[in-house]
């Protein structure tokens, strides 16, 4: 079915044209097929929110128990006044308790310029992605203040399809995917 819908995506962007009516049937679609998931908008091209905000702001409000959505989330990096940090002032995780090597992910949920958003990108669209962000970790995995190991799910077979190169660099081994799905560290695919 992903290729089904992969596929179909080049006709949901030229009916969406036509009627918000069929994005909001597609990206409804989407989100059935990825039950495996508690909430997650699959807004698949760039004018979905402006036409279909007022569905998706409902259903964000209601799984955030944000009624009328009156809350709102302001980002704000400053630690000036929290309690409990070294005095300081850095997060050095070892000062605040934490001996294993911590370990995080990055999620890349929004899209760039040149490509169209997630729910909408085929595969050969979500591998030149993929590419194209191997050359912005590489700087913070050879950074040594960051460090770190980019695991790519994107077969052999469909890297060199797109890249033309034989092999993923960043391939992810059954052993090693498991070890990390194991440590809560790796999403499990949602098949």
């Not at 929290?82 to 300081?88: I, K, N, Q, R, W």
């Not at 950074?143 to 797109?162: C, F, I, M, R």
Request: net charge negative.
């Amino acid at each position: 079915m992903p290729n089904a819908i992969s596929e179909s995506n080049s006709l949901h962007r030229g009916l969406a044209t036509l009627t918000p009516l069929f994005s909001l049937s597609f990206c409804l679609d989407l989100l059935a097929y990825n039950a495996c998931v508690s909430l997650l908008n699959f807004l698949v091209i760039q004018g979905d929110y402006d036409d279909l905000g007022f569905f998706f702001d409902e259903v964000c409000n209601d799984y955030h128990n944000n009624p009328g959505g009156k809350k709102k989330h302001t980002t704000n990096w400053s630690l000036a006044g929290v309690e409990g940090l070294p005095e300081d002032g850095q997060l050095d995780i070892s000062k605040l308790g934490l001996e294993k090597e911590l370990s995080m992910r990055v999620r890349v949920g929004r899209n760039l310029k040149t490509f169209p958003l997630p729910g909408a990108m085929s595969r050969d669209d979500r591998i030149k992605f993929e590419a194209q962000m191997l050359t912005a970790f590489k700087v913070l995995v050879d950074n040594e203040d960051y460090g770190g190991q980019v695991y790519s799910l994107t077969p052999h077979a469909d890297w060199k399809v797109v890249t033309g190169n034989k092999k993923n660099p960043n391939f992810i081994s059954p052993e090693k995917y498991q070890e990390l799905v194991d440590a809560h560290v790796m999403f499990k695919v949602c098949n």
